[in-house]
């Protein structure tokens, strides 16, 4: 069974680029979350999704960030017009449908490193 | 919002040692607490978790405690080996469906 999956790994774009990140979660999972870690810091939450439903977009700046999880291929974590503040690693992770009551675990991909120039 | 506080921020101990991180969060109503292990380059791995219902919980080396009433929670690895060195992380949540807020993770060296 395949993991999460994110790519590119490492992504560079100079200032003013757009940047997209892909997601695929593991197979049958229709949960999923994006975070963002900064160096010292801990995994942001930024934005969950369900199939074609953003669920919980609290952590994610209302400008330039946008993320979607189509019916159909992977989650998009998309960031308009980066700045260099922008640099970090995003991490997707997936989890399967909640059962009722219990929160399940996430399983999260190997990241993407972002590099604004 | 939840809040989660993690100590320390960083910890070294000598193989064989045991290591303690601790954490506190701030919502009453969470009621999972999963501890996460990240290896340099690689995304968190869930190494143990804890419900609200359970005040304690072993796997092998590694245990996890919880006080409600105090809302923290604790990670325990004993008999340390170098490749428990990493990046740990614990986290909690409200309820299903519910984002995970993280702690600001500690870094484990065991030297041997």
């Known amino acids: 069974n395949a993991g999460v999956m994110q790519n590119p790994r490492h992504l560079v774009r100079r200032r003013g680029q757009e940047a997209r990140l892909r997601c695929s979660p593991v197979k049958g999972h229709s949960h999923v979350y994006w975070y963002r870690q900064l160096p010292e810091e801990g995994l942001k939450f930024m934005v969950y999704?369900?199939?074609?439903?953003?669920?919980?977009e609290s952590g994610m700046p209302k400008e330039r960030f946008s993320a979607e999880f189509p019916k159909e291929g992977p989650s998009i974590l998309r960031i308009q017009q980066v700045v260099r503040g922008d640099s970090a690693a995003y991490f997707c992770?997936?989890?399967?449908?909640?059962?009722?009551?219990?929160?399940?675990?996430?399983?999260f991909g190997s990241g993407t490193q972002l590099s604004v120039l | 919002g939840e809040n989660v506080e993690q100590h320390p921020s960083t910890l070294s101990v000598q193989e064989g040692d045991s290591a303690v991180i601790k954490c506190t969060y701030s919502d009453s109503a969470s009621n999972y607490f999963p501890w996460y292990k990240q290896e340099l380059g690689k995304g968190p791995q869930l190494i143990i978790d804890i419900r609200s219902n359970v005040g304690e919980k072993k796997d092998q080396r590694i245990a996890v405690t919880l006080n409600k009433t105090a809302k923290h929670f604790s990670l325990h690895i004993t008999e340390t080996q170098p490749e428990d060195s990493a990046v740990y992380f614990c986290a909690a949540s409200i309820q299903a469906g519910t984002a995970l807020i993280f702690g600001k993770g500690t870094t484990l060296s065991v030297s041997s």
């Open positions: 999704l369900q199939k074609e439903n953003i669920i919980d």
């Open positions: 992770a997936s989890s399967p449908l909640a059962r009722a009551g219990l929160n399940e675990k996430l399983f």
